[in-house]
């Protein structure tokens, strides 16, 4: 598993999207399906930002930090 993205996009996602997310899951109410949502997408933003692998980007074939991937 090769890191595909960038130290920023890594501390964006950590830093400011997951937060915001739990955020705003607490005002709509945990217990809501929109909040239960919104904790599923923290987690992933928070163990992406983490690992700095995103399975999204591989199917996007996208790469945050400016490399090409290689054609698969």
């Known amino acids: 598993m090769r890191k595909n993205m960038s130290t920023f996009d890594r501390r964006l996602r950590a830093f400011l999207v997951a937060p915001l997310a739990i955020l705003i899951a ?3 109410g945990i ?3 929109a909040g ?4 599923v997408v923290a987690a992933i933003m928070i163990a992406t930002g983490a690992v700095g692998f995103c399975p999204l980007y591989v199917l996007l074939h996208f790469d945050s ?3 090409r ?3 698969h």
């Open 26 to 28: 607490f005002v709509i």
């Open 31 to 33: 217990g809501s399906v």
């Open 36 to 39: 239960v949502l919104l904790l």
């Open 65 to 67: 930090r400016g490399h």
């Open 69 to 71: 991937p290689l054609p």
